[in-house]
């Protein structure tokens, strides 16, 4: 048996790179809004499925990661409405979202790499201060 490296645990993985806001594919999305989602209104069926078309959701399992989806989107909402805006609540919403590398500390713990948009000719432009000034 060969001798295993005491650092192997430690080797961190390679990044993950996520796909463009959007454009994750159709087979990694649920077919249909939950009815527990149905039942708390729009803003609820709007949030999940902002939750399943942003580029996290390319590395989610429809079937195993379905529920913990449903319990965010039911505790942003709530939360939202003034319901559930209790310590606790939002201790969990924020371990809910870490799992789904819902925000920039969960992506590099999990080595996602979210794209940088490319500049569009829309974008401003830079100028220089004395030539704002002066004008």
Avoid: C
């Avoid at 077919?31 to 989602?37: A, D």
């Avoid at 996290?56 to 505790?75: C, G, I, K, Y």
């Avoid at 925000?103 to 004395?130: F, G, K, M, Y």
């Amino acid at each position: 048996m060969l001798p295993r490296d005491a650092r192997s645990h430690r080797r961190p993985a390679g990044w993950t790179d996520l796909p463009v806001l959007g454009t994750a594919p159709n087979w990694s999305r649920p077919q249909q809004v939950p009815e527990v989602v149905r039942e708390a209104g729009k803003d609820a069926v709007a949030e999940f499925w902002l939750l399943w078309s942003s580029p996290m959701a390319s590395q989610w399992d429809p079937a195993a990661d379905l529920a913990v989806t449903v319990r965010v989107v039911l505790l942003r909402t709530a939360i939202a409405r003034g319901d559930e805006a209790g310590a606790k609540r939002m201790a969990e919403l924020r371990a809910l979202e870490d799992r789904l590398g819902l925000s920039a500390l969960a992506r590099e713990r999990l080595r996602w790499h979210l794209p940088t948009a490319a500049p569009t000719e829309d974008d401003a432009s830079v100028i220089s201060l004395s030539s704002y000034l002066e004008n």
